[in-house]
């Protein structure tokens, strides 16, 4: 189906465990975002990438890494997992700068 | 550093109300901006959005939002909502070249029949 998906949509890990979420799309967009959603804290950026190979930090990267190796991947690990980063991940893509940034369902990760 | 700012975390109203939620963005240059909807459970989805011209927009649903550059604002109304209007709202600017977007903390609405 054309889109964008992430997987999984819900995740319980262990407190130092590595994690990683995948974000796909289907419409060969260009920049991919991931976002944290935290209540009182509306969305965050923590990664986003111009294109395949260019990724570059946004305001909350700490304790996350990406990848992009194909235009229409965009993982995101978690590389030892803490408990403040319980949270809804939501990846996002945009085609072009004049347009607006579509997003996929989010990923429910619970740390414990 | 940037920041959006939405004045009401949470409102209630009955249906055939009227709604109106307030925006500002702390950026002096040249912005993007959007409203968002996420129902329930779903993902974020596209209410509006301006990026030049007519400053009041209209976007899906009968929502509608003016943008006023000397008030750094991005109101979004609605005349008269319906119970399936209960959602979270974002505001969002973009002003950088990387299509990056700054998000206000949203606000929850509850639609009551």
């Known amino acids: 189906d054309a889109g964008i998906t992430q997987s999984p949509r819900y995740k319980i890990t262990e407190t130092g465990r590595q994690v990683t979420l995948m974000c796909h799309q289907t419409?060969?967009?260009?920049?991919m975002f991931w976002y944290r959603q935290d209540l009182g804290h509306g969305l965050r950026l923590i990664y986003y990438s111009a294109a395949a190979d260019i990724t570059d930090k946004g305001e909350v990267p700490d304790g996350y890494v990406v990848s992009r190796s194909k235009t229409e991947n965009f993982p995101l690990t978690l590389e030892s997992a803490t408990r403040s980063q319980t949270s809804v991940y939501f990846c996002?893509?945009?085609?072009?700068?004049?347009?607006?940034?579509?997003f996929g369902q989010g990923t429910r990760l619970t740390v414990v | 550093a940037q920041s959006v700012s939405q004045h009401n975390h949470h409102v209630i109203l009955s249906e055939a109300a009227s709604l109106e939620l307030g925006c500002n963005y702390s950026y002096g240059g040249t912005v993007n901006l959007f409203w968002y909807v996420q129902y329930p459970g779903q993902h974020l989805q596209l209410l509006l959005k301006?990026?030049?011209?007519?400053?009041l927009v209209k976007g899906i649903k009968g929502f509608e939002a003016e943008f006023i550059k000397s008030k750094f604002s991005f109101n979004l109304r609605k005349p008269s909502v319906q119970w399936s209007d209960t959602a979270e709202y974002f505001c969002a600017v973009n002003i950088d070249s990387w299509g990056k977007l700054q998000f206000g903390a949203g606000t929850q609405v509850v639609v009551t029949p």
């Open positions: 996002a893509s945009i085609g072009t700068l004049d347009t607006e940034a579509f």
């Open positions: 419409w060969s967009h260009s920049y």
């Open positions: 301006y990026f030049s011209g007519d400053p």
